[in-house]
């Protein structure tokens, strides 16, 4: 008998959200599709072959291997297994094992690392080891399936397993936890407690151990933070010789996110030397670990010159060095190191004098980038085969491996996750529109240009197919991860919301000021966005004028027939190219010709003018010409521009 058997491994959205640093939140995703490959791998070992699978459908059974065996090419398993079994409760049961083997070999690597103390005095193995193996979740559901090629059996047994499989998930386990105490809880997420000693965070001879030390031997970013088994986990693991990102106790941190549109205009070695110099001298005295490397993609090309040479590669400096809020993270609160601060602090201010001022504000902000596909659920549910079912899941397994290149190559940001429909990413300002559109583009041309067997289209019983709806939040860079991570995902619900999907939604958060959201369907917000961002550039409107928009928008709503005509006196009495020239007849058409169309309203207009002068900021900042902006060629004889 055959058995259609259908497998969830979580915790997902609490346990990767649970994250202080960029590192928490790629480790924890990470995690996941690794335990959830080898799952994968291990039903095809038992089945005897990886047509079993139906969700995920690799090309090859290699891309199931653990990381650090299969390097080829980019293979992330979502938390959802599918597949066509004989002996459901034996496999569920191995491929349970598997992952706990997984997940075991993870924790051994971590915490036996040869440059962690004694655990006996430091780290609590008997707490840490236990709450780490309570980690996993585990579900399994499976219906029989006489007839695997019969479309009316298979969509059967399809809905039973995913109904059997939510009351399982329903009713969850419970029992007590045996590793329990009133001690300290773990900083991340405040549910469980602490793994390290108070010898951890003490030397020798007594006193206190410093940042960078902490740092060192157990992934802590201050003296009062204290980290679970879970936690040590995220900090620490896949630190052994193994992995794409092996061996790099940093990773994309937001401050060198946001400074990536500065760090692109430096262009000359020495200044980057001499600011380094000091930093390291015994003056400062900062070492070579707290300047900190950022890991790019193997096919990346550094541009700029803020990078060193580590093993015959260029490497860039970590952004944090760009920030003097972040220079005072290396030095305690003792008076020769308030002077080596200091010191640091009028080095960044000398290195900094030698760049133009322009788009300052925009340096200390960044995007949080959350991707989703639409009507997926409708689109798999509207196959009425297994093979179509492996073909979708090898479309979404394409896209989901072709992320990380567009993302860190093309447009010099960084992926947390990709899997699937699902994409969380850090990106920079100056690429933000671009990078965006074109990831909506590649996920639907992954389903264009690919068909079923019998060469029909992927779609919903609509015939509408799938689309990527993305969600951005813009976050200053010391902002908590958390609330950014909260802000991308209320973007994500925005443009979710948005009738037909298939959208953008920004929401750009200034510290000290209100929200600004922005949302619409791709191929209308995006392309105004980049046409205000050029306006600004061309310096063809002033920033007043979409302050006065939003202003008068809120006092007229109750009078929107005079909105209009008003939206026409603020604008003709506004000056461009600083106050020189008044704003053409043309420009003051074309954005009053938005108005009204779609439940467009002067308030959206005004909101999307303030997001693309953040937007225009960075592309200055980075030292993007004008001529090289998107939509240069269709803009430049529509209004003025910069001489």
């Not at 959802?80 to 409760?89: N, T």
């Not at 003490?202 to 960078?212: H, I």
Request: hydrophobic share 40%; glycine share 6%.
């Amino acid at each position: 008998m055959t058995y259609l058997i259908s497998i969830a491994i979580g915790p997902v959205q609490d346990f990767i959200a649970s994250a202080r640093r960029s590192r928490d939140l790629w480790f924890g995703s990470w995690l996941l599709s690794e335990l959830s490959k080898a799952v994968a791998h291990e039903i095809v070992i038992q089945t005897g072959t990886k047509d079993s699978l139906i969700f995920p459908a690799p090309d090859s059974v290699y891309e199931l291997l653990a990381e650090e065996f299969y390097r080829e090419r980019d293979f992330s398993v979502a938390n959802k297994i599918v597949a066509l079994v004989d002996h459901p409760e034996e496999i569920a049961q191995r491929a349970n094992d598997a992952l706990q083997a997984r997940l075991g070999q993870l924790v051994s690597d971590t915490l036996t690392l040869k440059d962690l103390p004694d655990g006996r005095d430091f780290l609590r193995n008997r707490v840490a080891i236990p709450q780490i193996k309570d980690l996993p979740e585990f579900y399994w559901a499976a219906y029989p399936l006489d007839d695997a090629a019969d479309a009316a059996q298979y969509r059967k047994a399809r809905a039973m397993t995913e109904a059997l499989l939510a009351s399982r998930k329903a009713a969850r386990d419970f029992w007590c936890v045996t590793w329990g105490s009133e001690g300290p809880k773990s900083s991340l997420d405040g549910q469980r407690e602490s793994a390290l000693t108070k010898v951890a965070y003490k030397q020798a001879n007594g006193e206190n151990r410093s940042p960078l030390e902490l740092r060192r031997k157990y992934g802590l970013h201050s003296r009062h933070e204290q980290l679970c088994g879970v936690g040590l986990l995220k900090r620490l693991g896949q630190r052994s010789n193994r992995g794409q990102r092996k061996n790099e106790d940093s990773f994309f941190s937001t401050s060198h996110v946001a400074a990536l549109p500065f760090i692109q205009q430096i262009q000359h070695e020495n200044i980057v030397t001499e600011y380094i110099n000091t930093l390291t001298s015994a003056a400062v005295g900062l070492t070579d670990a707290e300047l900190g490397k950022v890991p790019s993609h193997s096919d990346a090309k550094l541009s700029h010159a803020f990078v060193r040479q580590i093993s015959g590669n260029k490497v860039s400096y970590d952004g944090h060095l760009l920030f003097e809020e972040r220079l005072k993270d290396f030095f305690d609160n003792k008076d020769a190191d308030e002077q080596k601060l200091e010191l640091a602090k009028k080095a960044l201010r000398k290195f900094l004098k030698g760049f133009s001022s322009s788009g300052k504000d925009s340096r200390a902000y960044y995007a949080v980038l959350l991707a989703d596909g639409d009507r997926m659920g409708a689109t798999i549910g509207n196959q009425p085969s297994i093979a179509a079912h492996q073909e979708l899941s090898r479309c979404l397994s394409r896209f989901a491996g072709e992320v990380r290149r567009l993302v860190e190559v093309d447009y010099q940001g960084w992926v947390v996750y990709a899997g699937g429909d699902d994409v969380l990413a850090f990106v920079p300002l100056h690429q933000l529109i671009e990078c965006a559109r074109a990831l909506a583009d590649k996920f639907a041309n992954s389903f264009v240009t690919s068909t079923k067997t019998d060469g029909s289209k992927f779609t919903d019983k609509d015939g509408n197919p799938p689309t990527l709806s993305i969600g951005v939040g813009i976050s200053h860079h010391l902002d908590p991860l958390s609330d950014a991570l909260d802000l991308a995902r209320r973007a994500e619900k925005t443009a979710k919301g948005v009738s037909g999907k298939n959208a953008l939604a920004v929401i750009v958060s200034k510290r000290g000021g209100s929200e600004t959201p922005v949302k619409g369907r791709w191929g209308e917000v995006d392309e105004r966005l980049q046409r205000f961002t050029w306006l600004h550039r061309a310096d063809a409107i002033p920033d007043g004028a979409a302050y006065d928009l939003r202003t008068m928008a809120r006092e007229l709503k109750h009078i929107p027939k005079a909105i209009p005509l008003e939206a026409k006196r603020i604008l003709r009495r506004k000056r461009a190219r600083q106050g020189t020239e008044d704003l053409p007849d043309k420009l003051i058409s074309e954005l009053l010709g938005y108005l009204g169309k779609n439940d467009y309203t002067a308030e959206d207009l005004a909101k999307e003018l303030i997001v693309a002068r953040l937007l225009a900021q960075a592309t200055d900042q980075a030292g993007i010409k004008l001529e090289n902006l998107p939509g240069t060629k269709e803009f430049q004889q529509e209004a003025p521009t910069k001489q």
